[in-house]
């Protein structure tokens, strides 16, 4: 097989279409090998980017709270925006490849979580937040730990 490939380039090798081909062909390649290298990392993105709209729109419920006042702004408004900083932080870890910030926010991400499912009018908030046991596999994903909780 190989004999053959070596014929055929020599023999082709001074073709102007042969040449294109193959530069083409090589370009191709490369731009393959470039395009997965870098989307690998990548594939967390969409994930988080969703988890930002999600507590954006959960955040909405409490558009005409002053968060300044410890008396208007419930324990709840207080948790989604802790929530959203450390979404924040975590987006930014992704983005900058720090790995441990990523983690260590995503960690934080879930114990913050973790005490908004037992908070007063969770309900009216609950469909923009993972589900509890989802937020439990998510904790022991990035802990490596089970059956720490």
């Known amino acids: 097989m190989f004999r053959l490939m070596k014929v055929l380039f020599l023999v082709e090798r001074k073709n102007i279409k042969f040449r294109s081909i193959m530069v083409i062909l090589i370009l191709f390649i490369i731009g393959s090998f470039v395009y997965l290298e870098n989307s690998q990392f990548r594939e967390l ?19 005409n709270v002053d ?18 900083s450390n979404l924040a932080n975590r987006t930014l870890g992704l983005v900058m490849e720090d790995k441990e910030t990523y983690i260590q926010d995503a960690i934080d991400l879930t114990e913050v ?9 969770f309900k009216d908030v609950a ?10 596999l998510d904790y022991a994903l ?8």
């Not at 419930?74 to 959203?84: A, F, T």
């Not at 979580?113 to 009018?121: C, F, P, S």
């Open 127 to 136: 469909q923009f937040i993972p589900t509890y046991r989802q937020n439990q």
């Open 113 to 121: 979580r973790n005490e908004a499912y037992l908070m007063d009018g």
């Open 45 to 63: 993105e969409p994930g988080t980017a969703a988890e930002v709209v999600a507590l954006n729109s959960a955040l909405d419920q409490f558009r």
């Open 142 to 149: 990035f802990t490596g730990n089970p059956g720490s909780r």
């Open 67 to 84: 968060a300044t006042d410890s008396e208007v702004a419930s324990p709840l408004y207080r948790n989604l925006i802790s929530q959203s």
